[in-house]
């Protein structure tokens, strides 16, 4: 985000000219889900691992499960998603 902003001067006074922009920018960020027609794969462990096709999913339902999760989805290649709550 620093490269769009251009760094602006330490002090000015109102002889410069100088203007200032103020830019706010805000987005909401939503975690990937698991998708529709996953089949879950039965193992022995605290998270639960789905399958659809060829595509592995490890589910997780806090965030502090992220560390493990993402541990175990380097091994198997898979990716990490937020468990729907339904």
Sequence with gaps: MDSFIPPLPQKATAREGVLYHQRTFRWRVFPPKLPNGVERVPRDGNLEIYKRGKEM????????????ASKLAADLSAKVVAKNHS
């Design 57 to 68: 999913f490890v589910a997780i339902q806090r965030k502090e499960q992220l560390p493990e």
